[in-house]
């Protein structure tokens, strides 16, 4: 499997920087999202989109955060990178 540079750990710091700003909507808002991507043979992130959960205006941060994300170290299958399918859940908790 694909891992985010640094692993699970990093990955999960990583999103706690995120700014996500709240407004009015946001207030007392709670979710949970599946975002899938492909991680390809060198560690790019393509592919992404909201795969499981409501689609709401609060989760375009999550996408774009994503697409920012730095390479990953790429999937392997029989010791060759290959692209790989991710899917993240991520939990939203506005109050």
Request: aromatic letters at 12%; charged letters at 20%; hydrophobic letters at 35%.
């Amino acid at each position: 499997m694909p891992e985010y540079p640094g692993g699970f750990a990093e990955m999960m710091s990583y999103f706690l920087k995120v700014n996500i700003s709240t407004t009015k909507e946001s207030i007392h808002y709670f979710g949970k999202i599946y975002l899938g991507f492909i991680v390809t043979k060198d560690g790019s992130i393509t592919g992404i989109r909201l795969i499981k959960g409501e689609k709401h205006e609060l989760n375009r941060p999550y996408l774009e955060a994503v697409s920012k994300m730095p390479k990953w170290k790429p999937g392997k299958l029989n010791g060759k990178n290959v692209n790989t399918l991710f899917i993240l859940p991520v939990q939203i908790h506005f109050q």
